[in-house]
C-alpha cells in the first residue's frame, strides 16, 4: 500500500550496531563512561542562573513586534558581539533565526532549486545531509584532506550545478579553521560560478591552537562571493535551550542588497524567532561570556589530560586540532573504529563514537568529546588506554 509520504529523506534508517549495544548495555543497568556528551547544560558546568533570569525579566509580556530579520536591539547585540572578535557590520548585515538548522534552511532556500546540489565538507557533522535533503537539495561531499593539518581537497569540488558551498570552520569534529589561502581561493571559485558559501563558525569561540593563517571568521575577510558567516547561542554562550542563532551576510554590495531583500521576503514566512529571547539577547551574550570561558577551559583541561596520558609509547595517536569540542584519537587499525568503540563499551563501559559517523578516512578513528565532566573523561581515557594496550 502506498504511503502519503515524501522521498526526501530515506525514512527506514534503524539503529546502527553501535546505539543497538548502547541500549542494551543501558537496558542491563551497566553503568557507563559517556565520552560523547556534547550538551554543555549536561555536563555539570555551573551557570549563572541570575544573570540569565534578569536577562529575561520583563520580556515574557512585552508585544509581539514581528520583524522578518529579527528585533533592531537584538541584531545590534549581535553586531556587538561580533565587535568583541574585531569584526566591524552593520546590523542590516545580520539576520536571526531559531537556530543554526534554521539558518541553513533558510539559505538553502534561497540558494537553490529542488535537485541543485549542496557541495558539503567531508568528515563533518552529518546534519547537513538531512538539512539539505528536506530543502530537496541532494548534498554532495567534498574532502578535506589530511597531511599533519586539514586542507581543502579542490581537486574533490565538482561545482557543476552546484547551489552553495557549505564550510565549517572550525570543523566539527577535526577542530581545523579554514586557511586564509584555502577560503581565499574558495570564495573565488564561488564567485566564479555563482555560488554563495555558507560558513558554520558555531565553534569559532572556542581556540585552541589556531595556525597563523587561519580564518577565525569569515565574516571579517573580503569575499568576491556572496558569504554568510553562521552562529548561535547554542554554542557560543553554552544555551542551546534558548534557541537563536544568527548569520551575517558579506559580499559584494549590489548582489549582497539583492540577497538579503530576496531572504528577509523569505523569513517574513516563518517569523520564528521568539520576541522574548530577541528582547533577552544583549543580557544574554553577556552571561554567556562566562559559560564560554568555563567551556573552554574544560576543554582545554580534557585535552591536555587526554595528551599527556598518551605518553611516548602510546599505541595511538591524538590528531591535531585549532579549536572546538572534539578530539580524535587514531587507533591500531588491527580492527575497526566500530569495533573498537563496541568493544571498549561492552568490556569497559566507555561510550566513544567511531569515526566512520563523521566521514573521517585517516584509519581507524574514534572521536571524545572535551565538554564531559573532569573526572569522568580522566577515568574514560584510563580505560581506553588500558584496552588499546591489552589488545
Known sequence: MARPFSRRLPWATGENALARAEAAARAAGQPLLDLTVSNPTQVGLPYPDEEIARAFADTAASPYQPAPFGLPGARAAVVGDYARRGVGLEASQVVLTASSSESYALLFKLLGDPGQRVLCPEPSYPLFEYLARLESLPPQPYRLRFDGSWHVDFDSLDLEGAAAIVLVSPNNPTGSFVSRDDFDRLAQLAAEHDLALIVDEVFADFPLSPAAGAVTTAAGRPSPALVFSLGGLSKSCGLPHLKLGWMAATGPPDLLREALAHLELIADTYLSVGTPVQLALPGLL???????????????????????????????????????????????????????????????GVLVQPGYFFDLAVGATLVLSLIVQEQVFAEGVARLLARLVAR
Open 286 to 348: 553577556q552571561a554567556g561570556a562566562a559559560i564560554r570561558r568555563r567551556i573552554l577551559e574544560r576543554v582545554r583541561r580534557n585535552r591536555r589530560v587526554l595528551a599527556e596520558s598518551l605518553g611516548a609509547h602510546s599505541p595511538c595517536t591524538l590528531l591535531p586540532a585549532e579549536a572546538g569540542w572534539c578530539a580524535i584519537l587514531r587507533v591500531p587499525e588491527i580492527m575497526s573504529d566500530e569495533d573498537w568503540a563496541r568493544t571498549l563499551l561492552e568490556k569497559d
